[in-house]
């Protein structure tokens, strides 16, 4: 997955210091020996010492070093405000039009407004609202949902959004994010979900609701289109490794069938190696309901 399971453990961040960063005079004062031994490298010119920490967090505070004008947006932002970014994610930092490239670095380069930039641990960072609207322009559509999505409740709530958009108007991207933003939903609880019902909305099942509650039958249904009962339950590959799960989804499915509903169920195999009959099956519930 783009991003992993929110249900499960998140990896620990760095703590949200000053980085120790060294670059410039500070780097070349450094022996060979030195340099070898006790930093490791984060970029051309830029290092940090061994013992740090070294994920995204702390190389995003160490890049901020090496540009104290940039601002860290994109999943360096999101790193720094505490969420989760894809393991593969590179420090992202927007600068002055006129800076090079680096390895290992996401270099942007567009106008930040004042007011959305704030300051964590002596480095500029986009706010939460302008770091999501980031992730909505620049990420495949479906990543930018789930990205979104993952940010309601960890480092923003997706309420705050409509407060942006106006803001939004003639800005790069804005009618892309504004689309995202349309499609994400505060009740998505996986990354898989979403990308289930993204899908099955593109075929044209757009009555759909995630995490639908059924208080008379003491359950909740991944997706479900409450007036036909049809209901579709994504299970992941974890989830068969609790034979405990296995048997109260069992019940749990029994129960609707016996309640009259339609049930599918879609494994990760299902979804990106049989998409057709996945679509099929849907549409015969569909068929049958009516």
Known sequence: MYIEDPKRPWPRHSPLIPSPALHGPALDRLTRAERRDQYR???TGLVLPVDHPDDLRARSLAL???YPDGVLCGWSAVAVHGGQAPRDAAPEICVGPSMRRRAGVTIRRYP???DAVTVKADAAVTTP???VFDLARFLQFEDAVIAVEFAHGHYLR??????MLPSLSGRWGAARARRVFAAASMDSESPMETRLRLTLYDAGFTDLVPQVRLPELRCRIDLADVARKIAIEYDGDGHFDSPAQIRHDTERRNGLIAAGWTVI???KHLYYKNRNELLRLVRQAYATAR
């Open 112 to 114: 930040i407004p004042p």
């Open 158 to 163: 997706l309420e705050d959004v409509p407060d």
């Open 64 to 66: 901020s070093k090496l």
């Open 41 to 43: 490298s984060i970029t």
């Open 129 to 131: 609202l302008w770091t």
């Open 265 to 267: 169920v879609v494994t």
